[in-house]
């Protein structure tokens, strides 16, 4: 079995603006450095399908995913922008490329547990994981890997599962979720100070947070993740591992002052393959979140493929 790769066109016509970091050519630099390294022969190409609202629901409470739809649909409608805050623009093409996010993070679970994957990477926009259970944040609407967990949990009866976050900024929308669920077991490492400027005390105690201060190098980040995550991890022997990918800690991206580079996102790719092996069947779902120089993103994504694919 390959490495399933969910996208979907919908996912470049979310459109934040001109100069917003969050951008529809993330996705292009992807594609074109996959097939120009080869990577793109060593996974299978799927298709994002759309997520309904009870999938939406196992994260969200019911009146925001019902808020959010009608003010996104608006926005469809009229076919102009709207802020749903400073960083988050609502454009007309926003909740279809939102539910092709979410969709694809459901549909790899699936498949995965259904073994018709080994394990999926999900190459979607918008990002999800500062979205909370009841607010958009962060360039985030529905929070994808928060959705795709309680799916495998709540649908497909699994008992634990972990989520793991790398992205430079804390995933605060997925600790909102599902703080204090004994079912899942969140770790991250994150930047601080940075925005949204929190994780330092966590909300649940299914929670490992690792804030790290500003030009933290791969080294020192490695030594933390042994040292904190992996004991954790192991002692909760997950069913499987969801993953917030965001490669914004890398040395090269402006959003974020860490120090990571591909070696080190292979490293941590390494290290979650080797627990998902061990505990899980090798069942892991990766979703792409932040990563915001377009060279470094490619290439670190190719990186973390390349390790999910075996190779």
């Known amino acids: 079995m390959k490495t399933a790769f969910y996208s979907h066109p919908d996912c470049r016509l979310h459109d934040m603006g001109r100069g917003h970091p969050e951008c529809p050519q993330r996705l292009d ?33 019911p009146a925001y995913v019902a808020a959010m739809t009608e003010q996104l649909r608006q926005v469809a409608a009229n076919g102009e922008r709207r802020a749903i805050d400073p960083d988050t623009i609502a454009a007309p093409k926003t909740l279809d490329a939102a539910l092709r996010a979410a969709g694809a993070a459901v549909a790899a679970t699936d498949a995965v547990i259904d073994g018709l994957a080994s394990n999926a990477f999900c190459s979607v926009r918008p990002p999800g994981h500062h979205a909370t259970r009841d607010a958009a944040m962060g360039f985030c609407f529905f929070n994808n890997v928060a959705v795709a967990a309680r799916h495998a949990l709540d649908v497909r009866g699994l008992e634990r599962v972990a989520i793991i976050d790398f992205d430079v900024h804390h995933g605060n929308g997925t600790e909102d979720i599902i703080a204090n669920d004994p079912r899942v077991l969140m770790a991250s490492i994150f930047q601080h100070p940075l925005y949204p400027y929190s994780g330092t005390e966590p909300k649940g105690t299914n929670m490992v947070n690792v804030p790290v201060p500003p030009y933290t190098r791969g080294v020192e980040v490695r030594a933390l993740i042994q040292t904190h995550w992996m004991p954790r991890l192991e002692a909760f022997r997950p069913q499987m591992l969801f993953v917030s990918a965001g490669f914004d800690a890398h040395r090269d991206d402006d959003l974020g002052q860490l120090g990571l580079v591909e ?24 979703c792409l979140e932040g990563g915001y120089n377009l060279r470094a993103l490619a290439t670190s994504v190719a990186a973390h493929l390349r390790v999910l694919a075996g190779g």
């Open 29 to 61: 630099a992807i594609d074109d450095y996959l097939i120009a390294s080869g990577v793109d022969a060593v996974i299978e190409r799927e298709v994002a399908p759309l997520a309904d609202v009870a999938a939406l629901e196992r994260a969200h409470s």
């Open 263 to 286: 070696a080190d996102y292979e490293w941590i790719t390494l290290r979650l393959c080797d627990l998902a092996e061990r505990h899980a069947n090798g069942r892991i779902v990766s």
